[in-house]
């Protein structure tokens, strides 16, 4: 009876009733770990802003990958050219190109842009820029060309298109043809060049944050040296000696997973003003993807797996050290 009653006044006695004092057991661990952390603000504070940066540069860079990839995927089926006449071409041989134009096979869609036209569209262009408006007035004769903006039909190939612009360069009335490509290559090649370096700096920061997780757990481990001793002389097990630095990289995680999800709406709430007018210059309007309650789940997911990854290597290390384990 003697022997019940001191195990039952022991907290960290190997339990014995379940899953009843297995969850006494986490609560006690978590108002622990809540305490020692409330403690220890300022270098609290200091572990979830490393960890914050760590986990928010390559979220930043998936974003971005992922919103281009979008805005590649939106205009690729939008591709085409645009045929530039030369100067003194009269409307109707315009007309008649156009019509032409029209009875092709790969083209959809056709635009005329008259001189005129494109001079009124660079004025309302360049309201901003008063010493532009006063070279275009001082100007005898427009020198802005008429222009055809074709859409090529769906399914088309750049071969394709290079072929028509080859054929389209061969008119006398036409100055120069350029097919619509370049930046869509670019965009793409661009696309790859930060997939890849998101999965760099994701790899290399979580290390980072593995490596501050681990230091922070360890000092914490100092700490608590002597009532570690004496747990392992009242037989507290392996895993109630291990769980509150667990908690403690956890605690670490979560809060470097905040500061992340704080830092990118700081990030994407900085550039929205100069995307969306790059945006808006070609008609395109700014939906930003992926930062949404799915990708900020996961940026907390990742911040508690690395925290508690850290936490686990600092007490194998340290505890095996010190022969609790």
Not at 153 to 182: C, M, Y
Not at 257 to 272: D, P, R, Y
């Amino acid at each position: 009876m003697d022997n019940k009653k001191t195990e039952s006044l022991d907290p960290w006695a190997k339990p014995s009733g379940g899953f009843i004092n297995w969850l006494k057991d986490h609560g006690r661990t978590f108002n622990d770990t809540t305490l020692f952390v409330s403690q220890r603000l300022a270098s609290s504070l200091f572990v979830w802003f490393l960890v914050g940066i760590a986990l928010a540069l390559p979220g930043i860079l998936w974003l971005a990958q992922v919103n281009l990839q979008a805005v590649g995927d939106g205009w690729q089926g939008r591709a085409g050219l645009t045929v530039y006449f030369e100067a003194g071409v009269s409307p109707t041989e315009m007309e008649t190109a156009l019509k032409s134009l029209k009875k092709m096979p790969l083209v959809e869609k056709t635009a005329l842009t008259t001189s005129d036209q494109a001079l009124q569209d660079f004025v309302v262009q360049t309201t901003d820029s008063l010493e532009l408006r006063n070279i275009m007035a001082s100007l005898d004769e427009n020198p802005l060309p008429a222009s055809i903006q074709i859409t090529s039909s769906e399914g088309a190939d750049f071969i394709e298109l290079e072929a028509l612009q080859r054929q389209l360069r061969a008119n006398p009335q036409i100055n120069d043809v350029i097919i619509e490509k370049t930046w869509l290559e670019r965009l793409r090649d661009i696309t790859t060049l930060l997939n890849r370096l998101g999965w760099i700096f994701g790899l290399l920061f979580g290390l980072g944050a593995i490596f501050v997780t681990s230091a922070s757990v360890r000092l914490a481990i100092e700490s608590r040296l002597e009532e570690l001793l004496v747990l392992a002389l009242v037989g507290a097990t392996r895993g109630q000696m291990r769980r509150p630095f667990i908690y403690f990289g956890a605690c670490y995680g979560v809060g470097g997973g905040v500061m992340a999800v704080m830092f990118l709406a700081l990030i994407l709430n900085a550039i929205e003003g100069p995307l969306q007018a790059l945006l808006g210059s070609y008609q395109v309007p700014l939906v930003v993807k992926g930062f949404d309650a799915q990708f900020l789940l996961s940026v907390l997911g990742i911040g508690i797996s690395l925290g508690v990854v850290g936490a686990w290597v600092a007490v194998r290390q340290r505890l095996h050290r010190a022969q609790f384990i």
